[in-house]
């Protein structure tokens, strides 16, 4: 029925597109038999001193997918602008700066407040004006204003671009927000599975009528980069296309030359070119965290970039021709003195994090392992000189929970800090082939800080709760490999290295039982249940449990485990070994633990 329906609305569309003056007849698909055709042209203007002159011809099949967009949009602003609000009301970090869409909301969407439903020639008409416009770029140059921004992706000149963007942040805003406030978002206060479900139908809509776009400018990067959000979070197929889409953006960031810097006289800091570096700093990081748990080689490589970290400055609407760094005082690091955290402070904390990542990156995956001796120890004091250098307001401590931040706002530098550990975590095992007995000492500190900052999660799960429902992103690929270290070194020294210090000093047997068994238990709460990530939990939890009941009770143990296999699921219960999602992938992420079948995907902290 619904086949018949969408037939017959494309028929009626195809004689209101030829009475219209489109010709919809070149297909999408067939470029060249667009190119021959006897093209058709019509004026759609805002105003009779601004005329838009459309040469392109129209596949009606275009107009319907363009129609239940803006007839979704239309329907659902005051709900979409809630949802943005309350994306950017915690210390998201966005690709697209807040100012790009709050607060002149408004603004964007004039042609759509007075929008008459039952106009279907008007609705064709604005399908075609906004196809027209999203044909080519954005007119920004470096010193473009905010306020001039404004005019050039909404009002009048609406974009696709910025159409999907809010669709895209609106859906990643749904993915975690709490019923509570989602209740107060929504007029119609429909439930969270009906919402989903509708955000879902119609950015799959969206998906088709806009694959063919051509431009590549700044919003279509941050729309490129906010779809492949999505698609990270929702892929079924362990990361083969996302690896594909990632290749997209980055190469469109390439094109784009965002990956270089044009300098502006005087110092001046303007937005468009902050904005630039933003976008240059959070696909750079992408890819060494996907090059990371993925263990593939990185796309973007500092070789070939320009790698000064976006300005600690938040670039307003007061800023219309942009600011001066007269009056702003900053560290060694390049960090505001005096400031406080803000999404772009997290941005170039993690952007000067990646870029030594790449080097763990490079020793990991690169051929010549003779200099690993040599250059894990310059890794390691890049790391520490990194951190300790960084303003205090954006080092995380335990206390920070009782501290007046918002819960979102805590594990975003819970997820920093963890991250700084992770990268201690890999450089340190790197070295450990190749070293004494001390770095080992130095590895089994980090593992076990990494579990203990962990398990403050646990205390805090109702707090926790309110921001995301799905903790596996951090419990899995920063717990599992700490964990592993943990269990092998018990296994390894076995019952006698219980209570002896002298054995293995920096290994508190009392601390890692302790410490295990409740990183165990949280691996039941900590992703919804009957998702693939509750399925990883499950088998990742099956197999600690066994290699703990090995260490507690040795005698009743059936079998043996070899200490270096010990983390390899080699006997009785596997290690989460998900071939099944996909074949061609061993994400082992340079350990034992296979986390291929994981959704990796959208947090409000990452």
């Given amino acids: ?63 319907y997918l363009g129609v239940q967009v803006l007839e979704f949009v239309h329907r659902n602003l005051p709900l979409l602008r809630n949802l943005i ?74 974009r696709w671009e910025t159409i999907g963007n809010v669709l895209m942040l609106a859906n990643c805003d749904l993915l975690h927000i709490h019923y509570r406030d989602l209740a107060g978002a929504d007029p119609r206060q429909r439930e ?36 492949f959000l999505l698609a990270y979070h929702q892929s079924d197929d362990s990361g083969q296309s ?60 500092r070789q070939y970039c320009d790698m000064e970290a976006p ?8 800023d219309a021709t942009g600011m001066r760094s007269e009056g702003i005082s900053f560290d060694a690091l390049g960090f505001t003195i005096g400031g406080k955290s803000s999404p772009i402070t997290f941005i170039r904390l993690r952007f000067l994090l990646a870029i030594i990542k790449e080097e763990i990156l490079e020793l990991q995956l690169g051929t010549n ?23 205090s307001y954006m080092k995380y401590t335990s206390d920070m929970w009782q501290m007046p931040l918002g819960c979102a706002e805590t594990l975003t530098h819970l997820y920093n800090y963890l991250d700084f550990l992770h990268c201690r975590f890999l450089t340190l095992r790197l070295a450990q082939h190749d070293t004494s007995q001390e770095c080992s000492h130095l590895l089994i500190v980090v593992a076990q800080e990494v579990l203990s900052t962990l ?44 209570g002896n210090r002298d054995m293995y000093p920096s290994l508190s047997h009392a601390k890692a039982l302790r410490n295990l068994t409740v990183y165990v238990s949280c691996l039941s709460w900590v992703s919804p249940r009957g998702t693939r990530n509750s399925s990883c939990c499950k088998k990742a939890q099956a197999r600690l449990e066994q290699l703990l009941d090995r260490i507690l009770d040795p005698i009743s143990t059936v079998g043996d485990v070899a200490p270096e296999n010990a983390g390899l699921g080699s006997d009785s219960v596997p290690l989460p070994d998900l071939a099944e999602y996909s074949p061609h992938l061993d994400l082992s992420s340079m350990l034992s633990w296979d986390l291929s079948g994981m959704e990796w995907g959208y947090a409000p902290f990452v």
Wanted: glycine share 4%; aromatic share 8%.
């Fill in 311 to 318: 300005a600690d400055v938040n670039i307003s609407d007061s």
């Fill in 455 to 498: 398990l403050v999660l646990n205390e805090e799960r109702d707090r926790v709760r309110e921001v995301t429902t799905d903790l596996a992103p951090i419990f899995l690929p920063y717990g599992l490999p700490s964990a592993e270290i943990l269990l092998s070194e018990m296994l390894r020294y076995g019952s006698s290295a219980v």
């Fill in 192 to 227: 969270p599975p009906v919402l989903r479900s509708e955000f879902q139908q119609v950015i799959e809509v969206f998906t088709q009528l806009t694959r063919a776009l051509p431009v590549c400018d700044e919003l279509s990067l941050c729309l490129k980069y906010n779809r």
């Fill in 85 to 158: 609000v309350h994306l950017y009301g915690f210390n998201y970090l966005p690709i697209l700066p807040e100012p790009v869409l709050l607060p002149g909301w408004d603004t964007l969407w004039n042609q759509l407040v007075s929008f008459n439903l039952a106009d279907e020639s008007a609705k064709v008409s604005l399908v075609a004006r906004i196809f027209h416009i999203s044909q080519h770029p954005i007119s920004v140059t470096e010193s473009t204003s905010l306020h001039s921004l404004h005019r050039f992706i909404g009002g009048d000149s609406l």
């Fill in 369 to 391: 392992k003779s200099t690993i001796p040599e250059k894990t120890p310059q890794i390691l004091d890049r790391l520490d000189a990194l951190w300790q250098s960084c303003p």
């Fill in 1 to 63: 029925m619904a086949a018949i329906v969408r037939r017959s609305y494309a028929v009626s569309m195809l004689l209101r597109v030829q009475q219209e003056g489109f010709d919809p007849s070149p297909s999408v698909n067939s470029p060249v038999s667009a190119r021959q055709h006897q093209q058709s042209t019509r004026e759609l203007s805002s105003n009779e001193e601004d005329p838009v002159v459309v040469h392109d011809p129209l596949n009606p099949h275009l107009v």
């Fill in 242 to 301: 996302l690896h594909s889409s990632f290749a997209e953006i980055v190469s469109a960031t390439y094109t784009a030359g965002f990956h270089r810097i044009i300098p502006l006289a005087g110092g001046r800091l303007s937005f468009v070119p902050q904005w630039r570096r933003r976008i240059f700093s959070m696909i750079y990081t992408m890819d060494k965290k996907l090059a990371t748990f993925l263990d593939r080689p990185p796309l973007v490589t």
